[in-house]
């Protein structure tokens, strides 16, 4: 197996702990705000990760990432955030509605924190963009469980903005996220 270039991937290798004290000081600093100029910035690289997957995806496959079976998808996305250093994935679905993103060992939330709310903001922005070139549409994403709130893993919602604007708003009136995912299937087929 070849060893990742960061450079020739328009990547740089930078501290864990630098990206969690970043996150932790602006979240501190600047409240809800923060949550948006994250995922600006996570959006911004998602042209770049996607340009890195799929040279990586070259050089150990003959087959293009939007030629890959679920299955196949799921292990070399799973084997990309790996090696880069931000964790492992499961891909799934719930109700046909929405893709899951799973992680137990997500870069960006610190099982440390006790959050109220979901605080992968720059994994959820540059997922928006990555997912979103890998489809050929736009996508929305949304965080629904973090193990910066206890969870034992993080857990992202990918899916069309309508359905996952139709999810939050459900989820904001008390609603669970599976449930708020089951209606949108059933209200949006």
């Given at each position: 197996?070849?060893?990742?270039d960061?450079?020739?991937?328009g990547?740089?290798a930078f501290?864990?702990a630098?990206?969690i004290?970043l996150?932790?000081?602006?979240?501190?600093?600047?409240?809800?705000?923060?949550a948006g100029a994250?995922?600006?910035?996570?959006?911004a690289?998602g042209?770049?990760?996607?340009a890195?997957?799929?040279?990586?995806?070259?050089?150990?496959?003959?087959?293009?990432?939007?030629?890959?079976?679920v299955?196949?998808?799921q292990?070399r996305?799973?084997?990309?955030f790996?090696?880069?250093g931000?964790?492992?994935?499961?891909?799934g679905a719930?109700?046909?509605?929405?893709?899951?993103?799973?992680?137990?060992?997500?870069w960006?939330?610190?099982?440390?924190d006790?959050?109220?709310?979901?605080?992968c903001?720059l994994?959820?922005g540059?997922?928006?963009?990555?997912f979103?070139?890998?489809?050929?549409?736009q996508?929305?994403v949304l965080?629904?469980?973090?193990?910066a709130m206890?969870?034992?893993?993080c857990?992202?919602?990918?899916?069309?903005?309508?359905?996952?604007?139709?999810?939050?708003?459900?989820?904001?009136?008390?609603?669970?996220?599976?449930d708020?995912?089951?209606?949108a299937?059933?209200?949006?087929?």
């Amino acid at each position: 197996m070849a060893s990742l270039d960061f450079r020739a991937h328009g990547l740089a290798a930078f501290p864990r702990a630098s990206l969690i004290a970043l996150r932790r000081a602006l979240l501190r600093d600047h409240g809800p705000e923060a949550a948006g100029a994250l995922q600006e910035a996570g959006y911004a690289g998602g042209e770049t990760v996607y340009a890195a997957f799929t040279n990586w995806l070259a050089e150990r496959s003959e087959i293009g990432a939007e030629h890959l079976d679920v299955e196949a998808f799921q292990e070399r996305a799973s084997e990309f955030f790996s090696e880069f250093g931000w964790g492992t994935l499961s891909v799934g679905a719930i109700d046909d509605a929405v893709a899951t993103l799973d992680a137990a060992d997500w870069w960006e939330a610190d099982g440390e924190d006790r959050l109220d709310a979901p605080g992968c903001h720059l994994t959820t922005g540059l997922f928006a963009d990555l997912f979103g070139r890998l489809a050929g549409t736009q996508v929305a994403v949304l965080e629904v469980e973090c193990r910066a709130m206890g969870h034992a893993q993080c857990r992202f919602l990918v899916g069309s903005p309508d359905v996952l604007e139709f999810v939050y708003e459900d989820m904001t009136q008390g609603a669970t996220y599976q449930d708020a995912v089951a209606a949108a299937a059933h209200t949006t087929a």
